[in-house]
């Protein structure tokens, strides 16, 4: 009998001593949450004493908070990013909004002669074409962020594509570069959408007009499963250290954003190669910049 009293009597002091030590640990813990959220620390809880069953519960609380954590450090870094974009489209928006109403402004002066009132609509229509152009995308992106781009895969003609761009495009790139076309006669079809391939392959003319100079160069390559086109032109005034963020939204090499480059255009690029299924690349090489686009055969 005295034997069991002695194993009842351990028995009960050693859950008593767990059960001590697990309150313990559990008013610890309150205290360290509680310290944290008053300083606003980041260290994780620590157990006052050895338990089993407390150390994985603060394990798990750990874990929770490491979590939480992640998730501010997140949102700050996109806070801040979406304040920066914010800047920039207002910055990309009152530009050309300003200089338009400078010259309406300009004139409602009586003594202007026809030619002076010629020559400022003409400042105030390229002005609002640009302005247009902003606004277009911007729209386009946000469309293409949430999804609501529509995009219906279908066998396209490259060749033919890029051949009626560069028929649009004729007098702006004769002017501006010395172009050569390589695209072999029996150039592959490719899965794409082809008003999505047009707006790609626009913006990259568009790119080139705006940063290129001298020369412009495309071309294509044939594998057995995939075409890959690539646009070179000279002049693009690119660092090496940009080149891994040409695609990013707003990113613009122009640190004096002239209103007329919000950084857009390759970000349309790649993402709606991508919705296409394709992929964007960039390559710099000395004074030549170059996009090159996979599609599937």
């Not at 995939?226 to 707003?250: I, K, M, Q, S």
Request: glycine share 6%; aromatic share 6%.
């Amino acid at each position: 009998m005295p034997v069991i009293i002695f194993i009842l009597a351990a028995v009960c002091g050693s859950l008593l001593l767990r059960v001590y030590t697990l309150e313990k640990n559990l008013r610890q813990g309150a205290k360290q949450l509680k310290e944290r959220k008053a300083e606003g620390g980041s260290a994780p809880l620590r157990l006052a004493a050895p338990n089993a069953a407390a150390e994985a519960l603060m394990a798990q609380v750990n874990a929770l908070l490491r979590a939480e954590e992640d998730e501010r450090t997140s949102f700050r870094r996109r806070e801040q990013a979406l304040r920066r974009q914010i800047a920039n489209v207002s910055h990309d928006l009152r530009t050309p909004l300003t200089s338009i109403l400078g010259y309406l402004q300009l004139l409602e002066a009586e003594d202007l002669s026809e030619a002076q009132r010629r020559e400022y609509l003409s400042v105030v229509k390229s002005r609002a074409q640009v302005l247009q152009g902003l606004i277009t995308g911007f729209y386009d992106l946000s469309r293409l962020e949430a999804g609501e781009y529509p995009i219906i895969r279908e066998q396209v003609d490259l060749r033919e594509v890029i051949g009626e761009l560069l028929a649009a495009f004729y007098d702006e790139l004769e002017r501006r570069f010395e172009v050569t076309v390589d695209l072999p006669e029996d150039l592959p079809l490719i899965w794409g959408d082809r008003p999505a391939l047009t707006r790609v392959y626009t913006n990259l003319i568009r790119n080139a007009l705006e940063h290129g100079s001298r020369t412009l160069t495309i071309s294509a390559q044939v594998t057995p499963q995939e075409v890959e086109t690539c646009f070179a032109n000279g002049g693009a005034g690119l660092r090496e250290e940009e080149l891994p963020h040409v695609f990013d939204r707003f990113f613009t090499s122009d640190q004096t954003r002239s209103g007329r480059n919000t950084g857009l255009g390759l970000a349309i690029v790649k993402t709606l190669t991508e919705r296409m299924e394709g992929r964007a690349r960039a390559e710099l090489s000395g004074e030549s910049f170059s996009v090159l686009l996979t599609w599937r055969r």
